[in-house]
């Protein structure tokens, strides 16, 4: 049987999130990352696909979430350096104002269809994003192998020149180190820089989903484990607030387990329910309070894989 884990965005809280399904799974089903034969990262869930396909393990994890990893620190921050999540990218109003112009042109590029080429000229006097993910680079750059992994590691961007998904590690994507392929999954547009690669410039995949779960269609999974943070447990659905936030990316998963099933594969999803939303706040990058959000987490799919489906899931 083949097995895709899609693991999806969400910020530092769908991090967080991730450290607790993924360490439940481990000790509750058995079920190891590495298990999987493909891993489908977006945003959030590349930087976590990327880590444990080079070694870290759901434990680390864990611990990072919680801020006891004695090496690695924590998810909001290093062992030795402070977070730098929004290192500004200009300097005074009149470059603020170039900047602006240039975020809400990468922003609109991101969502529309259409392709559209603007002269290089006009580019560098509008630079697109308001800043840099210094922090997340620095330790991309420090932590992760430039090298991929062995094992199919998939990870989704958006191109917005062309407006299409590109998905970095598949064959036939642009060739990239590991570390700058997880910081363009990372690029939210309009607010980080885009990441050039080749005649590429790429910005996170969840513009075009925020789950990206029709991949593992694509790679002729028989399985697919899909943890989506920007979704709701339609079981234990958020009030009504939660809901318009994130319609959108319900929407979205709605389709892509349609199209799974009409193909056969199984679908084993995991996503917060109503209690675990009111526990994730609406600051999806918050850099406090994911030991929280991981500890909900993991006690929300334990008592998941108690249920019959579960057990019989993890059981064949």
């Known amino acids: 049987m083949k097995t895709a884990l899609v693991l999806g965005g969400g910020g530092t809280v769908g991090l967080a999130y991730h450290a607790g399904v993924l360490r439940a799974l481990e000790l509750e ?25 080079t070694g870290m393990t759901t434990e680390d994890m864990w611990l990072l979430a919680l801020g006891q990893h004695p090496i690695h620190g924590s998810l909001g921050r290093s062992a030795d350096h402070d977070p730098e999540l929004f290192a500004p990218t200009f300097h005074g109003p009149v470059d603020v104002a170039r900047h602006l112009v240039g975020s809400g ?16 000229f006009l580019k560098a006097f509008f630079p697109g994003g308001l800043f840099t993910m210094a ?18 590691l998939w990870l989704t961007t958006v191109d917005i020149v062309s407006g299409r998904r590109v998905v970095l590690g ?23 820089q885009p990441v050039q690669v080749g005649r590429h410039s790429l910005v996170d995949g969840g513009v075009h989903s925020t ?80 030991e929280k959000i991981a500890e909900s987490a993991y006690e929300a799919t334990k008592q998941a894989l108690k249920t019959e489906r579960f057990v019989d899931a993890f059981a064949a």
Request: avoid cysteine; proline fraction near 10%; glycine fraction near 8%.
């Open 211 to 290: 789950s990206n779960l029709d991949l593992g269609v694509q790679a002729g999974a028989d399985r697919i484990i899909a943890v989506v943070p920007l979704a709701f447990d339609t079981a234990t659905p958020p009030g009504p607030l939660g809901q318009i936030v994130r319609r959108i990316p319900a929407r979205m998963l709605s389709a892509e387990v349609a199209l799974a099933h009409r193909k056969d594969i199984e679908v084993l999803m995991f996503r917060p329910s109503a209690a675990e939303i009111g526990v994730h706040g609406f600051n999806l990058m918050r850099p406090s309070g994911l």
């Open 170 to 192: 598949r064959h036939g994507a642009p060739r990239v180190d590991l570390p700058r392929a997880v910081l363009a999954s990372a690029a939210i547009p309009g607010l980080y």
């Open 105 to 120: 042109y990468v922003l609109a590029r991101a969502i529309s269809p259409f392709p559209l080429k603007v002269p290089a």
């Open 29 to 53: 089903a058995g079920f190891t990352p590495d298990d999987a034969d493909v891993i489908i990262g977006t945003s959030a869930g590349s930087v976590i696909g990327a880590y444990l396909r």
């Open 135 to 152: 922090e997340g680079e620095r330790r991309f750059t420090e932590e992760l192998p430039a090298e991929w992994p062995e094992k199919d």
